[in-house]
């Protein structure tokens, strides 16, 4: 079964670092890529952007390119989310998300993780 | 990469038809046949309902279907029922290796 297993909510001060994290289990790591969704409080879902695990190929939405850095440890499945100093307008739920191969869709998403700043 | 466009809000009674419309560009919905659809209840991760424009996976039920016209993607519930209540958004790839998703739907089920 696959399961996407996201790290637990965190409660923030403005200009601290953080990195989040989804561990992936039951599908072959290395064969998809795997992404991250914000959605701010009361509002929609927003692609922030992905990444392939087997080479690090990494890709951003223009609005996020610059404020996080997406990156991923294969040796133990598991894909992050990372700010270097985190703003009040970053408070959100972030979902991590698993695209399908043929890119038709996101199949399988983690819980979400809740970043209060 | 501007967010695809949905209605805010859609409404219908027990029973009836409601569609969700959902527009882009000649960059994204209007160029690949990669749209997806999902529905999702407060407090919960999105759940996938529908991938490459018109496909169900498996244990989606069949009310659900939709399709596509030039830039403009739809989604038809059909029978609308009391649990298909939820928040519905539409996404799409763009290219190189790159989604934007839609700006969401409200369905309520009067």
């Known amino acids: 079964e696959v399961q996407l297993v996201q790290s637990g909510a965190e409660v923030k001060k403005p200009g601290e670092s953080l990195r989040i994290s989804c561990q992936a289990s039951?599908?072959?790591?290395?064969?998809?890529?795997i992404g991250w969704v914000r959605q701010m409080p009361g509002k929609g879902l927003e692609w922030m952007g992905i990444?392939?695990?087997?080479?690090?190929?990494?890709r951003y939405s223009p609005s996020f390119q610059g404020q996080v850095t997406i990156s991923v440890d294969k040796s133990i499945n598991t894909a992050y989310l990372q700010w270097s100093s985190l703003k009040a307008s970053d408070t959100a739920m972030y979902f991590c998300?698993?695209?399908?191969?043929?890119?038709?869709?996101?199949?399988?998403w983690g819980q979400g993780t809740l970043v209060s700043v | 990469q501007s967010a695809l466009t949905q209605p805010a809000s859609v409404s219908g009674s027990p029973g009836q038809s409601i569609t969700i419309s959902c527009t882009g560009t000649?960059?994204?919905?209007?160029?690949?046949?990669?749209v997806s659809w999902y529905q999702q209840n407060p407090g919960k991760a999105p759940k996938f309902i529908i991938y490459?424009?018109?496909k169900r996976p498996s244990g989606v039920s069949n009310r659900f279907s939709a399709s596509k016209s030039g830039n403009t993607a739809s989604l038809t519930i059909s029978g609308l029922q009391a649990e298909d209540e939820a928040d519905y958004y539409c996404?799409?790839?763009?290219?190189?290796?790159?989604?934007?998703f839609g700006t969401g739907t409200k369905v309520t089920v009067l």
């Open positions: 996404c799409s790839y763009a290219g190189r290796n790159t989604y934007v």
């Open positions: 000649s960059s994204d919905v209007g160029t690949y046949n990669l």
């Open positions: 490459e424009v018109t």
């Open positions: 039951g599908y072959r790591f290395s064969s998809y890529w």
């Open positions: 990444i392939h695990p087997d080479d690090s190929d990494t």
């Open positions: 998300a698993r695209p399908q191969v043929s890119w038709g869709g996101f199949d399988y």
